[in-house]
């Protein structure tokens, strides 16, 4: 099955600088690859999202690139804000039928005022 | 447009009692999934449903967890008998098809303490 892997576990940052959060997984059939950032006592939320046909997608503050050659995925987010501060998990969906996603074991993404 | 809802949000069980978990997808998603997860880490799929229909249940531990999908809407997962081990958070998941191209969304999950 798909393992994925996350790094760091914890990254502290300085509000206005960038954040850098790096995935690796497992199953060169994988196609889809969702970023969420979960907040205390709330379940994930989805963030942004990149399919294995597109090299990058940006939103606003937020960008994802994806290297399928390397099986490698990362998100960058710029100008860090205190809102920025959760848990952020990456995930990647192998092909098929069963969609499932399996998860990294998150970053604890704190900013520093 | 309502989130997915799950109830409760906290329950707290001693060892080798049992537990159910109700949630309620949103209106017309056809897929729902059932995700474990323990503290510090991220969440793991235990079941996959597509309607009524099971697609995937390979990490669902058959031998003390159950879960039904009945007329396609509401799930309700269960644990019977609840060891130390299953104390976690138990997310529930939808998405309007199983096709790739749409998001899962999740709801705010159950906190389950066995002790």
């Known amino acids: 099955g798909e393992n994925v892997e996350q790094h760091p576990s914890t990254l502290s940052v300085q509000e206005g600088d960038s954040a850098v959060i790096k995935c690796t997984y497992s199953d060169s059939a994988s196609n889809y690859f969702p970023w969420y950032k979960q907040e205390l006592g709330k379940g994930p939320q989805l963030i942004i999202d990149?399919?294995?046909?597109?090299g990058e997608k940006k939103d606003q503050r937020i960008a994802v690139t994806l290297n399928k050659t390397a099986k490698h995925f990362s998100l960058h987010i710029t100008e860090t804000q205190p809102e920025d501060s959760a848990v952020y998990f990456c995930a990647a969906r192998s092909g098929g039928g069963a969609d499932g996603l399996t998860f990294g074991k998150g970053t604890h993404l704190i900013i520093q005022p | 447009e309502a989130g997915v809802a799950q109830s409760p949000r906290y329950k707290i069980i001693e060892k080798r009692q049992s537990v159910a978990f109700w949630c309620n997808p949103i209106s017309g998603h056809a897929t729902l999934y059932w995700y474990q997860q323990i503290l510090g880490q991220g969440p793991k799929l235990l079941i996959q449903?597509?309607?009524?229909?099971?697609?995937?249940d390979s990490q669902l531990p058959k031998d003390r967890f159950s879960a039904e999908r009945l007329k396609g809407v509401d799930s309700t997962l269960k644990i019977q008998p609840a060891k130390l081990e299953d104390s976690a958070v138990y997310l529930c998941?939808?998405?309007?098809?199983?096709?790739?191209?749409?998001?899962?969304?999740f709801g705010p999950g159950t906190r389950l303490t066995v002790t």
């Open positions: 990149i399919r294995s046909n597109v």
């Open positions: 449903f597509q309607n009524n229909g099971v697609v995937d």
């Open positions: 998941a939808s998405s309007l098809d199983p096709s790739g191209y749409y998001e899962q969304y």
